[in-house]
């Protein structure tokens, strides 16, 4: 996979991010990218949901749209 296709890959799954949780800003959406903690403390934070319950959710989306698998290949 080149740059390229591991760039539109990220494009496409940070507007998942912000399609399933509306209310996070982009600089939020960009802490996933590399400050996972981080990013699931603002889904506890906006959202007043667990840790454990944030991690699960964001591991559903990954899985329902292949974007870790994807990017692993790289």
């Known amino acids: ?3 390229d ?3 539109g890959n990220w494009n496409q799954f940070k507007g998942k ?3 399933t949780w509306g209310e996070l800003t982009d600089d939020e959406v960009a ?3 590399g400050k ?14 667990a840790k ?3 991690s699960k959710r964001v591991e559903e ?14």
Do not use: P, T, V, W
Request: glycine share 4%; charged share 35%; hydrophobic share 30%.
């Open 5 to 7: 296709q591991i760039e």
């Open 17 to 19: 991010l912000k399609e």
């Open 36 to 49: 996972r903690d981080q990013f699931l403390g603002k889904l506890q934070e906006k959202y007043g949901i």
């Open 31 to 33: 802490l996933y990218n």
């Open 61 to 74: 989306l990954e899985a329902s749209n292949n974007y870790r698998s994807k990017n692993k290949a790289a």
């Open 52 to 54: 454990e319950e944030a």
């Open 1 to 3: 996979m080149n740059k």
